[in-house]
């Protein structure tokens, strides 16, 4: 027969409740054997094409009949199931009843509707289902009685590479194994059972044990489904006698395989972890890739010398048959339509239009019965006679040692007796009748209790039903409550409980449930330390419960009380159907996180799926390392954009905050209290590293003694996160200095200590630039260099643990290149003086980095160093369980003594910095306008004062004019200072010194002063010629000596107090009544509002403003200096009127 392509077709699904709630976007188009998918970040961008034999639009288009069947509606394009069938199942019959093995299988991202499509949902019955029926209904029609038929079934699930009969009881550890035949080259699994069946009924009563066997496996270990590949086989023989009477057979072997999810093994993040190619995660699927893409490769001609890789899986060597062997295969992949999946889509849609390219030389098995019987005895006797003379003789000299030699020898040994068996088997097989073993076959399905009597009860009964992450696998489990009492615990128990669980933090006796005429009640068995959630909430003690209430016992035992003799005791809050999502966001609030999705945005929605997704995971390694006695606790952290990110001074503040909160689980060693952060990928790859070694621990392994480097809760000392400081740069802006004392706050918003530091507006080498470098308008950097001096000073670490060594570091753009900056480690101590500095600078300022200087900030990260210390001797006493219990208490405390335990931020720190700034920049501008305005006053003044007929009003206007309009130009003159006001602020600049390290203090002979006149321009031009000073004679109707009181350095303008209280209560008494009454109290509203980020700033401001009567820094100072010179002058007499005039006078000595 020609080769022949892989059939591949495409469906897509509705959106979802979660993409509902999401108002996800469509992204998927189908027009005829098109599917079109659109990229939703790139809108403009043209969409991608692909084509295949069949595209399937179940999006919408469709109406429920009212047996609850969907169909299209009116003029819609609608696929239904049986379209689905007709299209794809029947060939597989038809193919079947011809002699050919035929696969289908199914593809997609988890929750993309694989098993809609193969196995169906309520009256919506899957190609699976439809497939068996139609087969049955062919065999019933047959009239022939030369023609008979025999049909059997088996269903496995491969888990971690390990393989499980769901249709038997006793699964041996490690899975059963998977041999080749030697013969064929291909490969099968051992002792797997295949059970004949004779109709649909009994084909569907046995799909119903296997799911309920794997809900049961699912529950017991938390074997997410997700991660499982579901295999149902069904070998269809259809036996011919001729009429001379030898019989022929025509065999057909159907492989219906349901794949696990096929999220890319990239998404989770896992980068970097140790233990990462360790774990099976993914690895079939991986493995089923690379074997499409080599046999694509061999069927279009572009290699070849190709190896397909079949052995890399337990799957890939399963579906050999499959996929470019004797077989006619389908492949349907499963579409999700919603903007949010639009990588996994895209990536689903790749890897079926590589698949379309594979071909297949499928034949029709059709043998005389008296052949196969006679090739079979051969064969065994040629086994036979290799078990005899010792297995395959091994030839020396091969390269390889006498001991791999015989380890090869005892695998070939093994395979030879596996295939002996099997053969035997078979001829067994076909030497009882086949009536025999169907009788035999239907006497122990029959036996198999489905449920299907119980639906009478479950209206007149209370029961429980289990819910599942895999909706197929919701209401599988049911337990009716007997009146009286109910026990549930582990089957090991004496005497055994009624309901009977296994799996993590389920005890020998664990609860016991109270039916008293459909009353129900419930309580842990006391002293048994079990674990039970009733609605999210921990049981203490006994409790009534209500219709529709939820139960966790243990880790994963999740059930529902349905209480048909009590129906309105049920919350009318709930919704019709609870579902394992309803349940899991429950036990998300009540350990304080928010579910809700009204206002939140896309990035918020993920990160809650992600938390909702993570939240048990992290509950069943909890159990875990409970179990296995592993000392350490697991929680869900979220990390903040900022605490993760480093400032980028080269971008906006807008495109610097795409990131939003993180999602990671911090691992905490109860003995000494390391901790790490692992990124969600990672977590999800050691929980399934973690679930591995509890299979082991179950199957009677020893543990214990495992090397650390292959332990998964093992990890390696690293730095520890101690918190982070957003330090603000607005004052850049403006080219100011910057120096503020920040809050060091961890990931719940918590306070750590403080953090010294202080920004610099300076020259390419970090030498600061000169005070009067300040601009009033930001816009004239632009287009210019800019460079500024970051200096970490000094921190103040509250906890003793990280005394061990501390360091800061950030990140920044320096010169176009994104650069981490580190400190060095101090050690051995906790108020460790960094004095680190670091240039960054701009080679060309940009609108863009304006942006963000006003609004963005620099994120500090405080780190500290661990070491693996020896743990108090009293905590090794104590087992993992007792030392969560006592952690817990301790938060208990802490929280109840007033701090959060679920807050994600601190912002009150961030505005306190900002606002600071904003002070600042605020002073200046108040100088400025008070020079401006008295210069204005002279001006009048002296007109005034002249004579009635010198006063000519053009030149007036115009010289008030041109100071009204004038900015002001900064100039520097030389003078003494004698006055006391000027001595005075002298001394507040000797306090700022002192504070600092001195190099804000300038020259004392020096001032700066603005100018504001029509003359301006050339006194600006006699600076530039004489190194920046002009005469003081030019400039000295500018100076006003009162009004040089303020420095505008945060140090001198903002006191800070040295209190417990950090940022939250570190502003000085500064009195802002003057930038609220200027003269141009409309300059003054309009500039105020322009440095008012928000209206919590603005009415901060105001708050300040009420409090006129708190003391000024700088009258302050000058108060104290005045007081201490006076006293040493009049040995403690206060001085007299006179003596006041005579201090107050000013006199000014030209040099």
């Known amino acids: 027969m020609p080769d022949e392509s892989v059939k591949v077709a495409v469906r897509v699904r509705p959106f979802n409740q979660r993409e509902k709630d999401r108002s996800a976007k469509l992204i998927i188009k189908m027009q005829g054997q098109m599917t079109s998918i659109s990229n939703p970040e790139a809108p403009n961008e043209e969409p991608k094409s692909f084509s295949f034999d069949y595209s399937y639009w179940s999006h919408d288009g469709f109406k429920e009949r009212s047996d609850g069947i969907l169909e299209p509606a009116g003029g819609s394009n609608y696929s239904s199931q049986r379209r689905v069938f007709e299209d794809?199942?029947?060939?597989?019959?038809?193919?079947?009843?011809?002699?050919?093995?035929?696969?289908?299988?199914?593809?997609?991202?988890?929750?993309?509707?694989k098993s809609y499509s193969m196995v169906g949902y309520g009256q919506n019955k899957g190609i699976v289902p439809i497939t068996c029926d139609e087969m049955f209904k062919s065999i019933d029609k047959n009239t022939d009685s030369n023609k008979r038929f025999e049909v059997t079934f088996s269903m496995l699930e491969i888990y971690n590479e390990q393989v499980r009969d769901l249709l038997s009881k006793d699964n041996p550890k490690g899975g059963l194994n998977v041999r080749q035949n030697p013969k064929l080259g291909l490969f099968y699994v051992e002792n797997l059972k295949r059970v004949p069946v004779g109709s649909y009924a009994e084909i569907e009563k046995r799909t119903e044990q296997g799911t309920a066997s794997r809900t049961v496996a699912s529950t017991n270990m938390n074997a997410t489904s997700s991660r499982a590949h579901t295999v149902?086989?069904?070998?269809?023989?259809?036996?011919?006698?001729?009429?001379?009477?030898?019989?022929?057979?025509?065999?057909?072997?159907?492989?219906?395989?349901?794949?696990?999810?096929?999220?890319?093994?990239?998404?989770?993040?896992?980068?970097?972890?140790?233990?990462?190619?360790?774990?099976?995660?993914?690895?079939?699927?991986?493995?089923?890739?690379?074997v499409i893409s080599a046999l694509a490769d061999l069927s279009m001609g572009t290699k070849k010398k190709i190896m397909v890789p079949y052995r890399d899986s337990i799957l890939t060597k399963l579906l050999q048959n499959a996929l470019g062997g004797n077989s006619k295969t389908i492949m349907i992949a499963a579409l999700s339509p919603a903007d949010i999946n639009y990588d996994e889509t895209l990536s689903t849609l790749r890897y079926a239009d590589r698949a379309k390219k594979i071909k297949n030389k499928a034949v029709v098995n059709e043998n005389p019965l008296d052949k196969l019987i006679r090739e079979l005895k051969e064969e065994n006797e040629r086994l036979k006679k290799a078990m005899e003379g010792g297995g395959v003789?091994?030839?020396?000299?091969?390269?390889?040692?006498?001991?791999?030699?015989?380890?090869?020898?005892?695998?070939?040994?093994?395979?030879?007796?596996?295939?002996?068996?099997?053969?035997?088997?078979?001829?067994?097989?076909?030497?009882?009748?086949?009536?025999?073993?169907?009788?035999?076959?239907?006497?122990?399905?029959?036996?198999?209790?489905?449920?299907?009597?119980?639906?009478?009860?479950?209206?007149?009964?209370?029961?429980?039903?289990?819910?599942?992450e895999d909706p197929m696998l919701s209401g599988v489990i049911c337990h009716f409550l007997n009146n009286g009492e109910t026990s549930v615990g582990r089957k090991d128990a004496s005497p055994v409980p009624n309901i009977c669980l296994s799996g993590l933090s389920i005890q020998k006796q664990h609860a016991v449930i109270f039916n008293k005429k459909g009353v129900i009640e419930i309580e842990s068995v006391s002293g048994s330390g079990s674990k039970t959630k009733i609605n999210g909430l921990p049981l203490t003690g006994r409790k009534a419960l209500c219709h529709k209430d939820r139960i966790l016992f243990g880790s994963n035992h999740m059930y529902v009380l349905m209480n048909p003799l009590k129906p309105d005791t049920a919350d009318n809050s709930l919704p019709k159907e609870i579902t394992w999502e309803y349940a899991q966001k429950e036990i998300a609030q009540v350990k304080g996180f928010a579910t809700g999705s009204a206002g939140l945005s896309k990035e918020q929605q993920i990160v809650q799926e992600q938390v909702l997704e993570i939240l048990p995971m992290v509950s069943e390694v909890n159990a875990v390392s409970e179990e296995l006695n592993k000392q350490k606790s697991f929680e869900v952290v979220l990390i903040s954009a900022a605490a993760q990110e480093g400032g980028d001074v080269t971008q906006s503040q807008a495109s610097n905050q795409q990131g939003e909160k993180?999602?990671?689980?911090?691992?905490?060693?109860?003995?000494?209290?390391?901790?790490?952060?692992?990124?969600?990928?990672?977590?999800?790859?050691?929980?399934?590293?973690?679930?591995?070694?509890?299979?082991?621990?179950?199957?009677?392994?020893?543990?214990?003694?495992?090397?650390?480097?292959?332990?998964?809760?093992?990890?390696?000392?690293?730095?520890v996160l101690i918190g982070t400081s957003n330090l603000f740069l607005q004052s850049l802006s403006y080219c100011l200095d910057f120096m503020d004392t920040l809050n060091i706050s961890d990931y719940k918003g918590q306070e750590e200590g403080q953090l010294k530091v202080k920004l610099e507006p300076c020259d390419n080498k970090g030498k600061p630039i000169d005070e009067e470098a300040f601009v009033d308008d930001p816009h004239e950097l632009l287009n210019k260099p800019y460079h500024f001096k970051l200096t970490v000073e000094t921190a103040n670490i509250h906890k003793s643990r990280f005394s061990k060594g501390i360091l800061v570091k950030y990140s920044v753009k320096n010169n176009g290149k994104m650069e981490e900056v580190k400190t060095p480690t101090m050690k051995n101590t906790l108020t460790p003086t960094f004095n680190h500095s670091k240039v960054i600078s701009i080679p060309k300022l940009k609108q863009e980095n304006l942006d963000f200087f006003e609004s963005g900030c620099i994120t500090l990260s405080v780190y500290g160093i661990q070491e693996d210390t020896m743990p108090d001797p009293k905590l090794l006493k104590l087992n993992t369980r007792e030392l969560r219990q006592m952690e817990t208490m301790e938060n208990t405390t802490a929280n109840a003594s007033g701090r959060r335990a679920t807050m994600f931020?601190?912002?009150?720190?961030?505005?306190?910095?900002?606002?600071?700034?904003?002070?600042?920049?605020?002073?200046?501008?108040?100088?400025?306008?008070?020079?401006?305005?008295?210069?204005?006053?002279?001006?009048?003044?002296?007109?005034?004062?002249?004579?009635?007929?010198?006063?000519?009003?053009?030149?007036?206007?115009?010289?008030?004019?041109?100071?009204?309009?004038?900015?002001?130009?900064?100039?520097?003159?030389?003078?003494?200072?004698?006055?006391?006001?000027?001595?005075?602020?002298?001394?507040?600049?000797?306090?700022?010194?002192?504070?600092?390290?001195?190099?804000?203090?300038?020259?004392?002979?020096?001032i700066s002063l603005f100018v504001f006149d029509e003359n301006e321009h050339e006194l600006a031009q006699e600076a530039s010629q004489n190194n920046g000073v002009v005469d003081y004679h030019k400039v000295a109707k500018h100076h006003y000596p009162d009004l040089q009181t303020s420095k505008a350095k945060t140090d001198s303008v903002i006191q800070e107090k040295d209190d417990s209280q950090g940022d939250q209560d570190s502003f000085g008494s500064v009195d802002l009544a003057p930038y609220m009454n200027t003269a141009n109290s409309q300059d003054s509203a309009d500039r105020s509002k322009k440095f008012s980020q928000n209206g919590k700033r603005t009415a901060f401001l105001s708050d300040i403003n009420t409090k006129r009567e708190a003391i000024k820094p700088v009258r302050n100072a000058v108060s104290e200096y005045s007081a201490n010179k006076t006293s040493t002058a009049t040995n403690g007499k206060r001085p007299s009127s006179a003596e006041n005039n005579k201090t107050e006078s000013s006199a000014c000595v030209i040099q």
């Open 232 to 290: 149902v086989t069904i070998t269809f023989d259809q036996i011919i006698k001729s009429e001379s009477g030898s019989e022929t057979k025509k065999s057909s072997v159907m492989n219906l395989v349901d794949l696990a999810g096929s999220e890319r093994a990239d998404s989770t993040g896992a980068t970097g972890d140790r233990l990462k190619e360790g774990a099976n995660i993914n690895k079939s699927l991986s493995a089923l890739g690379n």
């Open 662 to 719: 993180r999602v990671t689980v911090k691992m905490k060693n109860l003995l000494n209290g390391n901790t790490w952060l692992w990124e969600r990928g990672k977590f999800i790859t050691r929980r399934y590293l973690i679930q591995e070694l509890y299979q082991k621990f179950l199957d009677g392994e020893d543990v214990s003694n495992i090397p650390k480097e292959q332990d998964p809760f093992w990890e390696p000392t690293e730095d």
């Open 905 to 1006: 931020g601190n912002e009150i720190a961030s505005d306190t910095s900002h606002l600071k700034t904003e002070v600042v920049l605020l002073q200046r501008k108040y100088e400025r306008l008070q020079q401006k305005e008295r210069r204005m006053q002279q001006i009048c003044e002296e007109w005034s004062k002249k004579p009635d007929g010198e006063k000519e009003f053009e030149p007036f206007y115009r010289a008030v004019s041109a100071v009204a309009n004038s900015t002001g130009t900064r100039l520097k003159t030389r003078v003494q200072m004698l006055n006391q006001v000027l001595q005075g602020q002298k001394f507040v600049r000797k306090m700022a010194m002192e504070k600092s390290d001195g190099k804000h203090v300038g020259d004392g002979d020096t």
């Open 88 to 113: 794809l199942g029947q060939g597989v019959l038809d193919n079947a009843f011809e002699g050919y093995n035929c696969s289908l299988f199914a593809y997609g991202q988890t929750g993309s509707g």
């Open 393 to 468: 003789m091994m030839q020396e000299g091969a390269g390889l040692t006498p001991e791999e030699l015989e380890k090869m020898r005892k695998q070939m040994e093994e395979d030879i007796r596996a295939q002996l068996m099997a053969n035997q088997a078979m001829l067994a097989d076909n030497e009882e009748s086949w009536n025999e073993k169907l009788a035999e076959a239907r006497t122990e399905t029959d036996k198999i209790d489905t449920g299907g009597a119980d639906d009478k009860r479950k209206n007149k009964e209370p029961y429980l039903i289990n819910l599942n």
